[in-house]
Structures are given as structure tokens and as C-alpha cells.
Nanobody, 119 residues
């Protein structure tokens, strides 16, 4: 079974940046699709960004041009660089993984990390 360990959340000023990391255990990282989802208070969980094993990416319209997702296979880790952060980016961010295609939600989840954008 795959385990996901997240880090990088915290409090940041509007316009600032954060980098989230998600380290996956196991030996199937290279064939997994990885993604970041977020859930704000009172709202549904939504896709932020995803990256397939071949490198293809997908982003929510609200974060295009501001967020970047990439993976480091040697470290079994996926990253989310978040720039130009806005208060509406405030949410719990969850790492997701699975052996599916880019548009498929995986069965593995991280514990979630809080991102708060506030002055």
C-alpha cells in the first residue's frame, strides 16, 4: 500500500509563495498519477493540479499561471509551487495518488496540510 507524507503548508501574506511537497512510499511511484486537491471551509474538495507519470499536467482555471506541479522520480516526490497567493487560496491541501490516467482520482490520500493566505 502507498503512503503519502505532505509538508510545506503554513501562513503566508497575500502575493507570497509556498511550496508543498508530497513524498510517496512504495515502488510504484513512477507509474502513478499524482495530484493536489484542496478544500476550503464550506466548499467541496476540488482539483488544484495533477501530473501523470509521463509528465502531462492539468490545472484548475483558478490557479493557472500561478501554480506549478512537477515530480522528482528519484525522490518519489511531487511538488506544488504556489506563487502570487490570494486569500481565496486558503484551504486544506491534500495529496492524491493512484495508478490511473491524468483525469482519474487515485485511491491514496495524504493527511492534508493547511495553507492560510492572510495579512
Amino acid at each position: 500500500q502507498v503512503q503519502l507524507v505532505e509538508s510545506g503548508g503554513g501562513l503566508v501574506q497575500p502575493g507570497g509563495s509556498l511550496r508543498l511537497s508530497c513524498a510517496a512510499s512504495g515502488s510504484i511511484f513512477a507509474i502513478m498519477t499524482m495530484g493536489w486537491y484542496r478544500q476550503a471551509p464550506g466548499k467541496q474538495r476540488e482539483l488544484v493540479a495533477a501530473v501523470a507519470s509521463g509528465g502531462s499536467t492539468n490545472y484548475a482555471d483558478s490557479v493557472k499561471g500561478r501554480f506549478t506541479i512537477w515530480r522528482n522520480s528519484a525522490k518519489n516526490t511531487v511538488y506544488l509551487q504556489m506563487n502570487s497567493l490570494k486569500p481565496e487560496d486558503t484551504a486544506v491541501y491534500y495529496c492524491n495518488a493512484g495508478p490511473g490516467t491524468l483525469g482519474t482520482l487515485g485511491p491514496y490520500w495524504g493527511q492534508g496540510t493547511q495553507v492560510t493566505v492572510s495579512s
